[in-house]
């Protein structure tokens, strides 16, 4: 039986050859989750011994991930806003510059005791919408999620965190969505169809539905923009991400009688939400 170093060296060896970001550190998360411990874990029990079988699994996830799927379809779970979601190939992967539309909505809404009613457009994985609503005990959410097995990974990410009693998921698109919101959040696909095939191979690994954003990368905020005039309430916000080539997506919210409010920066500075009210 080899040791835990001895893997996780011979490991991030074979993720190196294949051009992985961060081998050594995959190769750790792999480990942890084959032996279903924490990383302090890891770190102080370096010399353990791996069983045999533990072995063969922690081998044939790293072979996976040599083969560039995302580290999370392999482990089956990403942190986002420190709580664990459930993620799968069907479900875009949860990643920290979203984090960004969780800070705009507590900007936007600071008093994390007023009832509010929210809507979440493409709900994926869930962790938008249930980030938002662990923030606030007295508010309730929908989410819309044309994907069925998107629709289902969300489910299970509302019963894992305890809030089938304050949010309801619809099998639909957004497009379907009817009353009306205090708050709408989405992180829409946004990606110009012609750069999907230079997406990083982890990337191509996800579901496209969730990434292609049509030929110029705004058909679905042009979806979105009518149903923010319908569905906001009076001085209601909508925050949503958008990418790089949403950049001077502002000029454009005036002719749907929305106004906008400002864009919203991510950790590396980049623009990462549009915030628009109805006016």
Known sequence: MK????????????LSSRKVESPYLDCEIIMQHVLDVERSFIIMNYADQV????????????????ERYPISQIIGNREFWSKNFIVNRHVLDPRADSE?????????????KQEMEIADFGTGTGCLLISVLSEYEHA??????KSLKAYK????????????????MFPSSWTECKGLFDLIISNPPYIRRGKLKDLQAEVQK?????????????S???????????CLKKNGFAILEIGE??????????????????YMYDLAGMKRCIVIKRT
């Open 3 to 14: 040791t835990i170093s001895t893997l996780i060296q011979e490991g991030s060896k074979l």
């Open 100 to 112: 960004t539309l969780v800070s705009a909505a507590l900007k936007y809404y600071p008093n994390k």
């Open 153 to 168: 990974v969300a489910c299970q990410n509302m019963e894992k965190h305890n809030l089938l009693g304050r949010a309801k």
């Open 220 to 230: 679905c905020y042009l979806s979105i923009f009518p149903i923010l005039k319908r």
């Open 140 to 145: 309730v959410g929908v989410g819309f999620e």
């Open 245 to 262: 080539d949403q950049n001077d997506i502002d000029k454009i919210v005036s002719s749907y009688e929305l106004a906008f409010q400002e």
């Open 51 to 66: 069983p045999i079988k533990k072995e063969q699994l922690f081998w044939k996830l790293t072979k996976k991930r040599a």
């Open 206 to 218: 996800e579901p496209k539905i969730a990434l292609d954003g049509g030929i110029d990368g705004l």
